[in-house]
């Protein structure tokens, strides 16, 4: 549900530029709303947070070779990946990137636990995501991350062996 996509994610930058933390506080931000959720993204203003980029801000075809490769790209040359429940996770992992989340009751209750799919993000091969139940939790997992350097993330690794090519 896209009404608190904005709201969280100004409250998830509000927090990440106050870390103490100067990899964390000082990182270049992309935000990817869904290609088809973009309306509240359009007019979203973020300046007050530093390197901050909103793409795609209006609907696109994800399906163009293009958009495609952008979306590639961003995941690729991202340090990690941070979100709330989405098909990017799969992505990412895929890449080697480890993949965050924070599960805050007020949000996780309808669009994460609250989802038949995301237990498998959770639970299979000893799951996909780096799991925080707050915001603090969740700034010293992503710093553990974003310091391990670009090796590639054995839980990404172990997820997508179980889960996305069980088959090899």
């Avoid at 498998?120 to 925080?132: C, D, I, R, S």
Wanted: hydrophobic share 40%; proline share 5%.
């Amino acid at each position: 549900r896209s009404e608190f996509e904005v709201p969280f994610v100004r409250r998830w930058m509000a927090t990440l530029r106050g870390s103490a933390d100067p990899m964390l506080r000082d990182a270049a931000i992309l935000v990817r709303p869904h290609p088809f959720n973009c309306d509240s993204w359009e007019h979203a203003d973020f300046t007050e947070f530093g390197p901050v980029s909103v793409w795609p801000r209006q609907r696109y075809t994800p399906a163009a070779e293009s958009a495609r490769e952008s979306f590639f790209d961003s995941l690729y040359y991202s340090a990690a990946v941070v979100g709330l429940n989405t098909s990017a996770f799969l992505e990412a992992a895929i890449v080697g990137k480890p993949v965050h989340t924070v599960l805050l009751d007020e949000i996780s209750r309808d669009n994460q636990e609250g989802t038949i799919h995301f237990r498998y993000l959770l639970e299979v091969n000893g799951g996909l995501l780096w799991v925080a139940r707050s915001f603090d939790e969740h700034l010293q997992l992503l710093g553990d991350s974003m310091s391990a350097g670009a090796g590639g993330d054995a839980k990404a690794r172990r997820f997508v062996e179980g889960f996305i090519r069980p088959f090899g």
